[in-house]
């Protein structure tokens, strides 16, 4: 097996990397995963294009953490007291509803381009980077509609990262490509007027071939539930994901092995969190809509534990050139 350094410079690269949307570090290589997990946490199958409908979303997200915890959840600061991270990045989202029938659905295509703005401080020094991180594809989605009941199921390549440095402490996203079968549903009962909704993801990694690092495959259960306040359109409720890193990491074919915050030694480098947050959103016209939210890592393991602050939102292609139309 082959062990991880020791050293302060070890951990330091251990949580550089960050999500192609949410910039939150969570195990596998360089402490990152390809998925932007956080991001599908409102409306997740009920804001998904109609048939022959194209909807836009724009994301916006703040991250920042403090604090490195290791394999058994216990903080790395007296190694990385001066350890801080502050992540601001920007994503459009393109979706289209094609309106073809498949599996009791209509099949749908989107593509996420996210940009990505890191500053990291470290015992060793100050560094940045501004590039766009990885941009996910999604060539094959089914929807429905079906009264209060949405749902999908798709297909989800994330790619590798541009700007990517062999030799850089800072790199932003992952260096390889994953494949992520996924599948998602909300429930509105009450016109609407609540929601309930739930999103299951398996990542399945692909090697990086520049550094021969494989990372694990990762479980994602992404969840939010929605009340709107009586005589209003505003809505509140809680958001939240549980990641849990199912396969061991290896490089050149051996077991990754990290050492903890108390000298013992862990094997698979193994990443955990539960995410749990607060949220407001807001309707724009009949099939728009935004949201602010927060939400706080928790039970967290080989990851860095932070906070992330989002505004999301989402109104149909066309309302941007007809805009009455959609009031």
Known sequence: MQKANTNVHCFLMVLIALLCLVPAAVAT???????????????????????GQTLIYEYTCF??????????GHSMKPLLSDFHVRVF????????????????GNVGSWIAVPTTYEQLH????????????????????????????????ELQVPVAASGYDKGSVLNIGQHNIGFDPGF????????????????????????????????????????DAIQEIPHSKVGVGFVGYYYQQVTNDTQHGQTVVSTNADGTQSVGYK?????LGGQVTLPIGKHGG?????????????KARGNAFWFQLGV????????????
């Open 89 to 104: 990045a920007v994503a459009i989202k393109l979706s289209h509803n094609w309106g073809v029938k498949f599996l009791g």
């Open 184 to 223: 998602a549903i909300t429930v509105t009962p009450h016109h609407g007027k609540q929601e309930v909704g739930s999103r299951f993801d398996y990542v399945i990694n692909n090697v990086d071939h520049a550094t021969h690092y494989h990372s694990g495959n990762e479980f994602f259960w992404q969840f």
């Open 290 to 302: 935004m949201a602010f939210k927060w939400d706080h890592d928790t039970l967290v393991q080989n």
């Open 122 to 153: 470290t015992p060793a020094g100050k560094y940045t980077k501004d590039t766009i991180g990885n941009i996910n594809l999604v060539p094959f989605s089914v929807t429905n509609h079906k009264g209060i009941v949405h749902w999908l199921y």
């Open 271 to 275: 990443g955990r969190v539960v995410d």
């Open 63 to 72: 991250y920042e953490a403090n604090e490195l915890d290791d394999a058994k």
């Open 316 to 327: 149909p292609f066309t309302y941007l050139h007809h805009p009455a139309n959609h009031q």
């Open 29 to 51: 290589e360089n402490g990152g995963s390809i998925y932007p997990v956080g991001a599908d946490s409102i409306a997740i199958a009920s804001a998904q294009p109609h048939p």
